[in-house]
């Protein structure tokens, strides 16, 4: 008997070893090919060092629960960036760095899955399970994530398998309680939904203390004072979780809906992306997959009340969390990512059930066999032959923000403003991929409320019109769409990201559930000069000025001016007309100087003599100069304040400045 245990023993040992370094070669190859998307972006501004442990835990407690981000994420992440830092020139950039813990977490939750499956089922059951968590496209994506998926995936499966493995004992030790305890302490701390698989493992060994539900051949008073001890860790565990979690029901959180659709395609979309994919040719090999699976572990005979018991306990976690999805309006596939094993464990029974317990299929056993291996091959075949490559080979995971910035360093001016459809992107254009010498303008900050995308639009069309140089980004695509980017500018430039629109397509893309133009594509719009100037024509004006060697800046929250660090500045005007123009110049601007006493302006038209204009320092006036006479052509127009030094702290400022054509 000690012979068969050893022997057991040592296939699981070597089990658990192929599928370790399985999911580790899977999770290695171009880590780093992919730039970070939005989510790890974020992820990594909060847990990069410089910072300490004590900012990363100070930043966090501002934001929570606005935010419902936990540090201890951030804390893990902030320490083996740490270890890594000195093989990377800055962790926070270098997307293989980020992705390092994602990575080796994500490998060590594979013999973990084994374990589990192991104990609740066969060896059969769990080996297919382990190598579904292993070469998986969904845990595969999320074992290359910088963000705290993977150590949440992690510890969830610890703590259900340190559970389970109590339960198969019928005895816990002090190790073990202890083990149980701290893996549900730091389940609970790494995200809000951590509490509930801790919760639902509470609500089930207190179901079979009250009830006395237990195997067949368990003693029922030893079986309800194992469940009696097993509560009390798991219990303290919560309780740590206590005041977060408080705070959270008080306050609620400020995150946006996203929207719900349908109930069966909110079903379709979970359960394909978490098998075979989400379109309508994949999502239903996944829908019979599962079914099979309900249907072995329901029928199930032996170890049926482990099976039963960690069906009962997903089932609660899985219900709460699509109950709460529905009622706040905020669905991402992500929130269901702690109960990946589950699916692959009943994936696993389905299949195993249809090979091995269902007499329609054969009878014979080498057949049994045949038939199992070939839905096994082609069941992982898809995931390792289709989709990991195409994952592999993805440059961007989201929108190409990385391509955007790179696109502006390389094709445009210095100095030149850009505005983005949202100042919520600059987070990534400029605020992490850099556009060094570029203006990255912000006309206005829209909210949530009624007509702010309105309010939005006509500050940037204005912003826009008054900048013509400027150039607009698309890449939100905020409903209704805006078409008035498309009709006023001449040129535009599509960045698309061909690979990630066809997984997308697939169903299998798992941080984008609707299959829109945002997730895959940026389109940069702008004119030339000479587009600018038929532009102008078309609408009649009679002249157009641009203003070489200006700098435009914020001097205020959404206010935008041209600024010369200087005592002097040009302009130019272009008589769009065939004869010359009578008119005068309307000037909105000021003079920038650190005291207050009034200068003199001289604006100079061509040749003509010098109009001095007396003006006090630091205001923002409109003024106007007596009617000058332009010709066809270009005209030069000097602005020269000589009191004013050429230092940093003096110069001129225009808003804008209009020509109106005298009458007639």
Known sequence: MRLLERIEQAESSLHVWILTIVAFLWRVPWLGRATLWEDEVLYAQRSSPPQTAGEIIRSHLNIFPDLPYLPLPSLLQNFMLRLLSPFAESVQHAAWAQRVPALLLGTATVPLVYLLVRTVSNKRVALLAGAMQAVFYFPLFYSREARFYAPLLLLVVAVYALYFHILARRQVDWKRGVALFLAAVLLCHMALNGLLFVGALVGLSGLSWLTGWRPENAERSAWRRLHLILLTPLSLAIVTFLPFLLEYLSKGTQISPTGVPAIHVLLRDIFGRILMGASPWTWWPSLLILSLGLIAVLTVQTKRYMAWALLLACSVVFTVTLVNAVRSEYYFIRIFYGLAFCGYWLAAMGIDWCAFRHRTVTTTPSWRRVVYALIVAITLGVQAGVYAPMLWRLEAKSNDYAAVAEWLNEQVEPDTPYVVESAYQLRFISGHYETPGLVPAVPYVHGRGDGEVDRLRARQRDFLRRFPEAYYIQSAFHQPEWEWPANYFRQQVELVNEPLRRLI????????????????????????????????????????????????????????????????????????????????????????????????????????????????????????????????????????????????????????????????
């Open 505 to 664: 397509e697939w169903g299998v893309e798992v941080p984008h559930f609707r299959y829109t133009p945002e997730r895959y594509q940026a389109i940069i719009f702008f004119n030339t000069e000479e587009d600018t100037i038929q532009i102008w024509r078309e609408q009649g004006e009679p002249v157009l000025i641009t203003y070489p060697d200006w700098t435009v800046q914020a001097y205020a929250q959404f206010e935008y001016a041209r600024i010369r660090q200087a005592h002097t500045g040009h302009i130019r005007i272009l008589n769009l007309g065939e004869s010359p123009l009578t008119g005068s110049l309307q000037v909105h601007g000021a003079l920038i100087a650190p005291e207050h006493q009034p200068h003199t302006l001289h604006i100079h038209v061509n040749d003509a003599a010098p109009i001095p204009m007396q003006l006090p320092a630091n205001q923002l006036l409109a003024f106007e100069t007596p009617p000058q006479t332009i010709p066809t052509g270009w005209s030069t127009v000097e602005l020269r304040a000589p009191s004013l030094r050429s230092a940093q702290e003096h110069g001129i400022l225009i808003r804008d400045v209009e020509f109106s054509a005298a009458p007639p």
